[in-house]
């Protein structure tokens, strides 16, 4: 590979680390206006949360036990989603500093695949139960379960066995290299 094209990685591999910073703010920024309203505007974050889960005027009750699992589901997602995005950030920086094809780098790459399926199966699952946990204690017959799989979920999970692939797919090159590294 000539000097041009790793100078053009490390560029946007700088550019794509900002990018990540930036996602990571917003993210942080967003996780400390949710913990102020839900400390200090409960009864209208509540309301926006019910439009956020239905679109539509779902008859939803926010018991404390509601309030927790809605909780507990955004500490996992925020989980997975800094998971995520160290991973994506690190194998950017090992991008950045010239080491392109190595082992770290597939490894770094298959856990950002990993993160990512989680990220779509999470998708999945945490509207159901958000929405499963605010209609729970109504009345027989308002209770709601919903499932929702689209075409964001099915292509972030392609994605997500892509970087799985290639990662392993790297590890192993970087593996055989050295190998044949060692012979000669």
């Known amino acids: 590979m000539t ?11 700088e550019v794509l680390k900002l990018l990540v910073m930036a996602i990571a703010l917003t993210g942080g920024a967003t996780l400390a ?9 409960l009864q209208n ?3 926006d949360i019910g439009r956020y889960l239905s679109g539509a005027s779902l008859p939803m009750t926010f ?40 082992a770290r780098c597939g ?3 298959r856990r950002a695949g990993i993160f990512a399926f989680a990220g779509a199966l999470s998708s999945v699952v945490s509207r159901t139960a958000a929405i499963l946990a ?3 204690a109504n009345p027989p017959g308002q209770k709601m379960l919903t499932l ?24 192993v090159g970087a593996d055989l290299e050295a190998d044949y590294r060692s012979f000669v």
């Open 107 to 109: 490894v770094l790459l």
């Open 63 to 102: 018991t404390p036990v509601a309030i927790g699992v809605l909780i507990l589901i955004g500490c996992i997602n925020t989980v997975i989603a800094s998971g995520g995005l160290l991973a994506v950030w690190s194998l950017f920086d090992r991008y950045a500093h010239g080491e392109v094809f190595s």
């Open 148 to 171: 929702a799989f689209g075409t964001t979920e099915l292509f972030l999970l392609l994605l997500a066995g892509m970087l799985v692939l290639l990662g392993h797919i790297m590890a």
């Open 33 to 41: 206006y949710c913990a102020w309203r839900l400390s200090f505007d």
């Open 45 to 47: 974050f509540t309301t």
């Open 3 to 13: 000097g041009d094209a790793f100078q053009k990685i490390r560029r946007l591999s």
């Open 134 to 136: 605010v209609t729970y």
